[in-house]
């Protein structure tokens, strides 16, 4: 890449190299292919094993050090996305980066589709297949995994992670923090409370309390144990 096509793209770090920061990568890669729009530098992960080191390595980027490294070190203009799918390490380092000053990109892959009205948070990824049909609103740092559903009229809190093929019906509130796990279903004019999660193939057919995991068709809260 030569020098002044490098100083037209956004510098960019992910943070993660695990299974999902990989598929941040694979977003980035199809905006690219698009329009050449980030120019990203390597992965930030305070934990990174050798099976995923040799992963990112084999796609010819870095490890560029530990989240403390990246933030205690010069940063201007460089732009940062969390590939982290847990929603509670996500919100606790989306908060050390905004208190940073850093700038979180919104990846948005092109074969996904939106309506009329849809508004996405600094941060969000939005995968492969996810379509987005009219008046959605969507908070920061929220995961669309691949051929995730949401219809008019949602709207989609911070942190949120709804994992692939998962489907959100009409008019729903998905409060902060919530996890829909792998085909999980919320129907039509529901609220799902904050840190709450829809497990994988749940149907959720009434309100999910805040903090509450639910599972089955129709879903119901886990037993206390």
Do not use: W
């Amino acid at each position: 890449m030569s020098t002044e096509k490098s100083a037209q793209l956004t510098p960019l770090v992910i943070v993660g190299a695990g299974g999902f920061g990989r598929e941040v990568l694979d977003v980035v890669e199809a905006v690219n292919a698009v329009q050449p729009t980030y120019d990203v530098l390597g992965f930030i992960d305070d934990g990174i094993d050798d099976v995923n080191l040799r992963r990112i390595t084999a796609r010819g980027l870095s490890h560029l050090g530990s989240v403390a490294d990246h933030l205690d070190g010069p940063r201007a203009g460089t732009a940062y996305v969390i590939g982290i799918g847990g929603t509670a390490t996500r919100r606790s380092l989306a908060a050390r980066f905004d208190a940073a000053g850093a700038a979180a990109a919104t990846l948005v892959h092109p074969s996904s589709t939106h309506g009329a009205g849809v508004s996405l948070g600094a941060g969000t990824v939005v995968c492969a297949g996810v379509r987005l049909t009219t008046n959605i609103v969507v908070g920061r740092h929220v995961h669309l995994n691949l051929n995730v559903t949401v219809g008019h009229d949602t709207t989609i809190g911070d942190h949120v992670s709804i994992n692939p093929l998962a489907s959100i019906s009409g008019d729903c509130h998905l409060e902060d923090g919530v996890l829909v796990g792998v085909a999980g279903v919320v129907l039509n004019g529901l609220r799902v409370g904050a840190d709450a999660t829809v497990g994988g193939s749940a149907c959720a057919v009434r309100d999910v309390a805040p903090g509450t995991t639910v599972v089955g068709v129709p879903a119901k809260p886990l037993p206390s144990r």
